[in-house]
């Protein structure tokens, strides 16, 4: 029995000595020699990697006003592991979240230690949360991106999503400058997710997004928002938009559409709405084309605004007729008043038969049309311009007066830009600089290039002038600022042919005629009105924007002494020079005569006329020419003469001319004043 005990004593002894030494062994094992390891993984399993949101730079208008930014905005995520009754949480949460308790139950069961139940608490919520103390319930605080004037530019601006990334627009086109770097925080925390006060803790900073400043005007914005929002709806129209651009820069000042969308609130709008139709989208221009067509005839001398052109009822081309507006057709007429009177058939002509097909298609792709401008803008359309050498004679007919050519908003205000520019076609932008570590840099643009001659820009010019004075584009006209611009009807094209009863109407215009400060395009898309033309209905709108910009701008008016413009004296002046000074006080000027200088002109020097009148000037065909016979000629004969031949004449007496110098036969100098004296009969 004794032996028996002492042989369970030692097998118990045994025992305890070999576990002893088995977790002695073990314990130095994990202490000794896994001690790093072990310690390593413990730490990792303790640590917790947090990235730190960067703040997303600011989107300002050209003046420094905030158009979209950033906010802290409470956000809430679970670790579904601590949930201990989904049920019951999903219960208290959903009034507060305002998310389907069904789904919050979805959320709280999903496996792992991290779901997102929503990232916009508002923030009279969030201490109704905290209240509620449910473990495994966290909220944190995250940037949101918030636009403070709200549908103002929201086309141009674009939206950034959930994570606050761009998604459209400005903001996902300067994505890499607006963005910045994101931070990572190391940070050692309890079971529970509670930050250990005294554990390791490792943080690397964000590099918040950049600052951009775009090229619009809020104020210029503002103004083109109002009038086209107010223009759609009076003509009860599908959409409208106004773009505007400084010519000399190629900064756009506005790009206005309608209908809108609160970027605030994107998700309840569509695409549709959202895009910016005068950047993506291309519509066949009409009668505004043919500012380009004319400019890249009269830079070839193919044609001159006081050339003799016919336009006839209608003009054939292959097996089309294409008709003026006129059922008789205007006859024979200038160049000149078949721009002002937007003659069709005058321009199909020109295209079709009078232009080498070459050149004129080099002017077309010069002046930016069939390609992208290369806006700074994720989108942007290239417009339809077929090949060259897929063109017909129909085909060119219709390019003639704007249609078979399908251009962006933003072509046609660049290309116009070019007239207004002396001919010098500019690199459009949004972006004009950017703000980093308090540092402004100026965004670099592209060189210009020249498409026509300064003359021929200035020529246009008038010709635009002349168009808004006495021409389709009387609407436009605005009291004490001379301005110049082209109307605009085309037919929606469908699959087919044109849809008859649908139509895009539009007016394309700069002013001041002297010193273009601003080109703007005014578009409204198919109108449900019974006067469906550009002149009636895109004009108004135009002169409505520019009329207040100008003001805003600070351009003063060019009306002088009561409203009258006095008129300087051009003889002596080169055609050129004398057209120049003209339009740069708002009057129009005729040629008269094929002389290099002007000899004469009426009204004459120093009389005061309503701003916008005609001055003719008659311009002698050389230099020196003869002096005509005035003797035994009436003094109404021998004026009516003078002017013919772009003679000054003094006068001394009334009657019948007796006495002339220099004498019939002589030569005079183009300024030379002929002196007559006359005696009663």
């Known amino acids: 029995m004794i032996k028996n005990n002492k042989m369970r004593l030692g097998l118990i002894f045994f025992l305890v000595i070999s576990m002893a030494i088995l977790i002695t062994g073990r314990l130095f094992y994990l202490q000794i020699v896994r001690n790093k390891e072990l310690s390593e993984r413990a730490l990792y399993q303790r640590l917790k990697l947090e990235i730190i949101a960067p703040e997303r730079g600011r989107i300002l208008d050209r003046n420094g006003k905030e158009l979209a930014i950033s906010l802290p905005t409470p956000a809430v995520f679970a670790d579904p592991s601590l949930i201990k009754d989904p049920q019951k949480a999903a219960k208290d949460l959903a009034p507060i979240l305002e998310i389907d308790e069904k789904q919050l139950v979805k959320l709280l069961e999903t496996p792992g230690n991290f779901v997102w139940l929503t990232r916009k608490l508002p923030s009279e919520k969030k201490e109704e949360l905290r209240k509620l103390k449910l473990k495994g319930i966290r909220i944190i605080s995250l940037p949101r991106r918030f636009y403070p004037e709200g549908v103002l530019a929201a086309s141009t601006i674009g939206i950034a999503g959930i994570d606050n990334q761009g998604l459209e627009g400005i903001e996902v086109t300067y994505e890499s400058y607006l963005a910045g770097e994101a931070g990572l925080a190391t940070v050692e925390k309890d079971p529970i997710g509670r930050e250990i006060p005294v554990g390791f803790t490792e943080k690397t900073f964000p590099e918040n997004g950049v600052d951009i400043y775009l090229t619009l005007d809020a104020v210029i914005q503002h103004t083109a928002e109002r009038e086209i929002t107010k223009a759609v709806k009076d003509c009860k129209a599908k959409a409208g938009l106004i773009i505007a651009m400084e010519p000399t820069s190629g900064d756009i000042l506005a790009l206005a559409q309608y209908p809108q969308f609160d970027p605030n609130n994107f998700t309840s709008s569509t695409i549709e709405v959202r895009k910016n139709k005068a950047i993506t989208e291309s519509f066949e221009p009409g009668s505004t084309f043919k500012v380009f067509i004319a400019a890249s005839a009269i830079e070839e001398n193919i044609i001159k605004p006081d050339t003799i052109v016919d336009d006839p009822p209608f003009y054939k081309v292959g097996d089309r007729l294409i008709r003026c507006s006129s059922i008789w057709g205007h006859g024979e007429e200038t160049f000149l008043e078949a721009m002002e009177r937007s003659c069709n058939p ?336």
Request: hydrophobic share 40%; aromatic share 6%.
């Open 346 to 681: 005058v321009f199909a002509k020109l295209a079709a038969e009078d232009m080498d097909k070459e050149v004129l298609y080099k002017y077309i792709k010069g002046f930016g049309f069939g390609e992208k401008t290369g806006l700074d803008f994720i989108g942007e359309a290239n417009g339809i311009l077929a090949a060259k050498d897929k063109i017909n004679q129909v085909g060119w007919a219709n390019i003639g007066f704007g249609q078979g050519i399908a251009v962006t908003p933003l072509q046609l205000v660049t290309a116009m830009s070019a007239i207004a520019n002396d001919g010098f076609l500019p690199q459009p932008t949004l972006v004009k600089s950017y703000k980093a570590n308090g540092q402004l840099i100026e965004k670099q643009v592209q060189s210009k290039r020249q498409v026509i001659s300064s003359a021929t820009a200035q020529t246009i010019r008038m010709m635009l002038r002349s168009v808004v004075v006495n021409g389709s584009g009387k609407r436009a006209e605005i009291s004490g600022f001379p301005v110049g611009g082209k109307t605009g009807t085309s037919q929606v094209a469908e699959k087919g042919g044109y849809a008859s009863d649908r139509f895009v109407v539009s007016f394309l215009g700069f002013a001041p005629l002297d010193d273009p400060q601003i080109v703007a395009l005014v578009v409204i898309y198919e109108p449900a009105t019974t006067e469906n033309l550009g002149g009636v209905l895109a004009a108004p709108v135009f002169k409505e924007f520019i009329s207040q910009t100008l003001q805003y701008l600070g351009i003063r008016t060019r009306v002088v002494s009561g409203g009258k413009v006095c008129v300087p004296d051009l003889a002596g002046k080169t055609r050129e020079d004398a057209i120049k000074e003209l339009t740069k006080i708002g009057l129009r000027g005729i040629i008269k005569g094929e002389g290099s200088k002007v000899a004469s002109q009426e009204p004459r020097s120093g009389s005061f006329v309503e701003d916008n009148a005609t001055v003719t000037l008659f311009c002698a065909l050389q230099d020196l020419l003869e002096t005509p016979r005035f003797i035994g000629l009436s003094l109404s004969q021998a004026e009516a003469l003078a002017k013919l031949r772009g003679i000054k004449l003094k006068i001394k007496g009334n009657g019948i001319v007796a006495n002339q110098k220099p004498e019939p036969g002589s030569m005079l100098q183009v300024d030379e004043i002929v002196e007559l004296t006359c005696i009663a009969h």
